[in-house]
């Protein structure tokens, strides 16, 4: 990313100020567990936008970091953040490029409509053994919808579930445009 990808970042968020708030991710309200009582679980919402996805996690206990490219998108979670009075959130402004994660830090990851590829195992070693990933974005279908889209930010049909190979599948589908994948990193035996 560069400074050219957020600036269009922040006029893509900017056009969105003035609509109604957007509601978390299905897959996410379908698939998180719940926060156990004792600990403090973490929550990544990867490239998360305006962080209805994060901010949902952490009304639901998880300490959470928001991360994404647009400034403007983050004041705006920083507004939801604070008429829902949450605490336990760090809205986090960055180039994924530099993405840089703590290995076995979270117990869920979301990344919704994000593709770059070469961060799958960054995020894969991010996950806590047992911890999950949740995970949906645009396939080579979407072309269909809209010819002219890059290609390199589409995944392969079939692709996710080869990424996460090893891991156990708690859910896999492909749409007409869209693949979803919901996978827990295992536990090592010993």
Known sequence: MSI???VRWDGVFRRLVAQPYPAPDP????FTPPAPAQGQPRALDLCGGQGQNGLWLAAQGYAVDIMDISRVALNRARAEMTIRNLRNVNLLQMDVD???LEAAH???????RY???GLFP???DS???GGRIVYETYNVRYLDVVPGFNRAFLLETGELPGIFAGWDILYEEETDHNSRLVAVR???PW
Do not use: N, S, T
């Not at 897959?27 to 379908?30: D, E, N, P, R, S």
């Not at 979270?106 to 919704?112: A, E, I, K, P, Q």
């Open 4 to 6: 050219q990808d957020r």
């Open 27 to 30: 897959l996410l309200l379908q």
């Open 98 to 100: 530099e993405l840089r």
């Open 106 to 112: 979270y117990d869920v990851l979301g990344v919704f």
């Open 115 to 117: 593709l770059k590829r």
């Open 122 to 124: 960054l995020l894969k």
């Open 127 to 129: 996950v806590r053994p």
């Open 186 to 188: 295992p536990v090592p």
